[in-house]
């Protein structure tokens, strides 16, 4: 717990929703609250009505040893439980001559202890009788609404509270008595609503930790802890599984407008989750003891078995009937090779799943309508605004408008939707719709008088009236039922399973086309080897002929035309050979091999006779670089590219220089080949490497070809290849393999 929390002085409009109430440093009055340090068992924290109830005051207990309180035999075993993080067990005890109950918890650094009298206790036969009867009376129950009503008959019969609900919550948290039995005098409350606000969240929580809670006497004066603090850490106890902790005032008041003298509540749970409660008014004072409460746990634990047995039976038997849909829908998919034909198209539609009014198929983008729905402009917002920017891949509502406010729009078609994604994407989703459906709701006074504020109190006061107050509501559609909702994601599964079926039926056929392209090309290559260097060769050798035996003869203008000729095929056939080259990466297999770096680039060197070519050139190669791994054509081929265009744009520098190594970078080793030649306009530093890109002027020659040859190499070895550069300043050319 974080340090200084305490309960607040007065709970205002903005934070009751927030209170504290497991930190509230208060008891009711019917028993005595210990706490003691767990680490040595001396007691820190009492209740300040010890003197009523033990003989014994405050300033006997704190600081001492709880053996003062409790035989020593109970003590020690206390002790060590706490030790050796053992379960507690609930015992009795006698101090000065008073029979009492031992609750003990854990509770952060403190073990708690919350002490209870005794009373009366009922005969092993007597307690064995009824729970017998309720097993019997709940287990022969037929329906779930028939295992509420003999929960509350049953459980007035045994506690003999005036009046007993089965309280159920809605999907927002709203309650409603669906099961009563009261005194005959008495006005029913059965079929009323109440507002969520009446539960707040952090009591709802609470619930699930102690699931059976009394207040003996809603006008009891709470009683006070001493100190507040624990000596321990500074903070109030966390009082949150105690048996006797106070009453949030709010919830005090609530129960004083309603005339309630004393209260039993008990969590009532289906599946794990909190289904609703178990709600008894008295409208004098009474007190059940422990075993009582034990009796009410036993039942609504019993309860709990039944509703989620009943439940579940219900649930398997309807997710059976929407399977066999799901595979007969699935099945006129694949007949007919569509999802919206397979869906929309035949007698069993997508609509016949659950009851709505109608369904929007979406497929990239692309809606199709069945039954009656918004119109397609209205669903395409819908998506666009508000389904595809959720995270959930399903999301479900009976009441859109509470969340997307263009649904006043379309309230008589869509008040309700649910709508799951197909895939991964945001342009696929099956959404069914229900139409509006005016709702009169009686409620236990009016909803929305929740809450006032009292200055002369200085807090929250709740609505004083529960007389019936009728709402009709509006907006609202019918319940998705569990059972629905399950249907929907197992038909979006098997409708992403098509779709994924069909992509793979596509990349195939792409791949397929794609060999069919690769062969083509190659092909292609060879006749264009073929048909292009045929006429080269005819006009390179006619060139020849002019130059060898008639370029005396010419003029100055014809001799330059024949040299240009002679250029331009040369040109000509470096560039048929770059294209080929280029086709060819993509077609070639890699084989791979180790390879010493420092061996290619000097074959390299020997092979463009380096020294007699650029004898200016000052050239530096890192001394042993690390071995390369790849295809070793291919590699000679980018080290090729990349030393010719460094020997090439740094010739005409006043010292032209290149440096060829390595570096490190994110655990890899980058290779690099820098030149201080012309360099090129940082802004190219991706376009340099597309096909016939050339940014370093027309006074070079080149083909534009050289890079994407690079590039397309060093991507095939799923490496990267990338340059920096300056106007001016020359060029580093940095890849790894």
């Known amino acids: 717990m974080p340090e200084n929390i305490q309960y607040p002085e007065k709970v205002d409009l903005s934070s009751c929703e927030k209170e504290p109430i497991h930190i509230i440093a208060a008891t009711q009055s019917h028993g005595v609250l210990v706490s003691c340090n767990k680490s040595n068992g001396t007691i820190t924290q009492v209740g300040e009505n010890c003197k009523d109830i033990f003989g014994i005051s405050a300033e006997e207990l704190l600081g001492n040893d709880l053996s003062v309180l409790l035989e020593a035999e109970l003590s020690s075993e206390l002790r060590e439980t706490v030790v050796g993080h053992g379960v507690f067990e609930v015992k009795e005890t006698t101090i000065n001559n008073k029979d009492f109950v031992v609750i003990p918890h854990i509770s952060g650094e403190n073990l708690i202890l919350d002490i209870e009298p005794v009373n009366a206790k009922k005969n092993s036969y007597d307690f064995q009788k009824d729970l017998s009867s309720l097993l019997n009376t709940l287990s022969a129950s037929e329906s779930p609404a028939e295992l509420c009503e003999d929960a509350a008959k049953i459980t007035k019969s045994i506690f003999g509270y005036d009046r007993v609900m089965i309280y159920k919550f809605d999907e927002e948290w709203n309650g409603k008595v669906i099961a009563e039995e009261k005194n005959e005098d008495m006005e029913s409350w059965l079929g009323l609503h109440y507002p969520a606000s009446d539960i707040p969240k952090q009591a709802r929580e609470l619930f699930l930790k102690n699931r059976v809670r009394i207040i003996t006497d809603v006008n009891y004066s709470p009683v006070k802890i001493i100190p507040t603090l624990s000596p321990i850490d500074g903070n109030p106890l966390d009082l949150s599984n105690s048996k006797l902790r106070a009453v949030s005032p709010i919830h005090i008041e609530y129960l004083q407008n309603m005339k309630v003298g004393a209260s039993l509540t008990a969590a009532l749970i289906s599946n794990g989750k909190l289904w609703g409660l178990l709600a008894c008014h008295h409208y004098d004072s009474k007190y059940i003891n422990y075993y009582q409460r034990q009796t009410c746990e036993f039942l609504i634990q019993i309860f709990s078995n039944e509703l989620s047995l009943k439940n579940s039976n219900s649930f398997v038997s309807n997710i059976e009937k929407l399977d066999d849909l799901r595979v007969k829908l699935i099945n006129q998919v694949n007949q007919k090779d569509s999802i919206k034909k397979g869906l929309s198209n035949f007698p069993v539609k997508v609509t016949d799943l659950f009851p709505c009014s109608g369904a929007a198929i979406v497929l990239n983008g692309k809606i199709k309508l069945v039954g009656n729905t918004p119109e397609k402009t209205q669903i395409k917002k819908l998506i ?95 319940t998705w039922k569990d ?23 596509e990349i195939d056929k792409l791949n397929e086309q794609l060999i069919d392209a690769h062969n083509e090309l ?40 024949v040299d240009t000729i002679l250029g331009s095929v040369e040109e000509m056939q470096d560039l048929i050979d770059n294209i080929l080259d280029f086709a060819g990466v993509s077609n070639n297999d890699i084989s791979k091999t180790t390879n010493s770096a420092n061996n290619m680039i000097q074959d390299i060197f020997v092979s463009f006779n380096v020294k007699s070519n650029y004898p200016n050139t000052k050239i530096e190669v890192e001394e042993r670089m690390p071995k390369i791994v790849g295809d070793k054509r291919m590699l000679g081929q980018v080290w090729a590219n990349l030393i010719t265009n460094a020997l090439k744009y740094s010739e005409r520098s006043s010292n032209p220089q290149i440096e060829i190594g390595t570096t490190i970078l994110d655990r890899k080793t980058v290779y690099y080949v820098k030149d201080n030649g012309v360099g090129f306009d940082p802004k190219y530093s991706e376009e340099i490497f597309d096909l016939f890109s050339r940014f370093s002027g027309d006074n070079f020659k080149g083909t534009g070809v050289g890079l994407a040859i690079v590039k397309k190499i060093i991507e095939k070895h799923d490496g990267k290849i990338w340059a920096e550069s300056e106007l001016g300043k020359g060029t580093t050319f940095y890849f790894y393999v």
């Open 384 to 478: 666009g605004n508000f389904l595809a920017r959720k995270n959930d891949s399903l999301f479900f509502t009976r009441n859109l408008l509470q969340y997307y406010p263009e649904a006043k729009n379309f309230k008589e078609t869509g008040s309700g939707i649910l709508s799951v994604r197909l895939g991964q994407g945001d342009r696929d989703f099956l959404i069914w719709f229900r139409p509006e459906v005016v709702q009169t709701v009686d409620w236990g006074g009016n909803p929305e008088n929740k809450a006032t504020y009292d200055e002369e109190k200085e807090r929250l006061t709740p609505r004083k009236s529960f007389e019936k107050w009728t709402q009709e509501l509006t907006g609202v559609s019918d």
């Open 483 to 505: 059972f629905e909702i399950s249907g929907a994601r197992k038909l979006s599964e098997s409708i992403s399973y098509v779709i994924l079926e069909n992509q793979k039926k």
């Open 522 to 561: 190659e092909l292609f290559s060879q006749g264009l080897s073929h048909d292009l260097k045929a006429p080269l060769r005819g006009i390179d050798g006619y060139a020849h002929i002019l130059k060898e035996d008639h370029y005396a003869d010419l003029q100055k203008e014809g001799q330059i035309a």
